[in-house]
């Protein structure tokens, strides 16, 4: 017949590894309720607050990749006052900082084809600054502002410019452009040392008869 089990005495609780750790914890947790309590309600609102500004951020966001199209579509029919307003408003950090860059690039293209040209720099070197965008919208905000300084007859900023377009284009046929305009600008600011570091530089180049002959015809202009 089996026994019955005996029953834990208090002191026999008391000492056992598992009730001490209980007891203590709930001791604990009696001296330091209202701190537990007020770092849990803490925590709780951050994580509310963290979850609000996540999803504000990624509105603001949503708000100006909408804008932008908008604008693009706006500048592909005409309406480019329409297209300068929802730009300037991304420009100018209404949706948060991430696309600033962005809209000043496409500003940028408009001030430029409208002869604007001191709006179209600031707005192609706040796109440079903000190192967003990609190698091509890079590449010709460099060679815009080159056109810029072309237009100001300011040749050796200009073939500077055209130098950084130069590095960054990927099409042959765009760095021989970008080339010429070095060459071209470097003579008219009288630095025939550079118009000829510029024709070595595109010399390297997997170049075809037409353009090996355009290089040949610049090194005689230089006499060299």
Known sequence: ????????????????????K???LLRFYKRNEKRIWTIMLAVILIGIAGSYITRSVVKKHEKAKSQISI??????????????????????????KKYIGYA????????????????AEENYREFL??????????????????AVEESRKGYEKAAEFYLEALKLAELTSRKINFGEKVFQNSLKAGNTQKAEE?????????????????????????GK
């Open 71 to 96: 604008a693009q579509f706006y500048m592909k029919s005409g309406q480019e006052d329409r297209a300068v307003s929802l730009l300037s408003e991304v420009r100018d950090g209404l949706y948060g």
């Open 1 to 20: 017949m089996l026994k019955a089990r005996k029953k834990m005495t208090k002191k026999e609780l008391k000492t056992d590894p598992f009730f001490e």
């Open 198 to 222: 510029v024709l070595d530089l595109l010399e390297k180049l997997d170049l075809n008869d037409v353009q090996k002959n355009k290089i040949v015809s610049y090194r005689a202009l230089i």
């Open 129 to 146: 600054s903000s190192k967003s965008g990609d190698r091509l919208m890079k590449t010709t905000a460099w060679a815009a502002l080159g």
């Open 22 to 24: 209980m007891d203590a």
């Open 104 to 119: 000043a690039y496409y500003l940028g293209d408009i001030h430029l084809k409208n002869r604007n040209y001191e709006q």
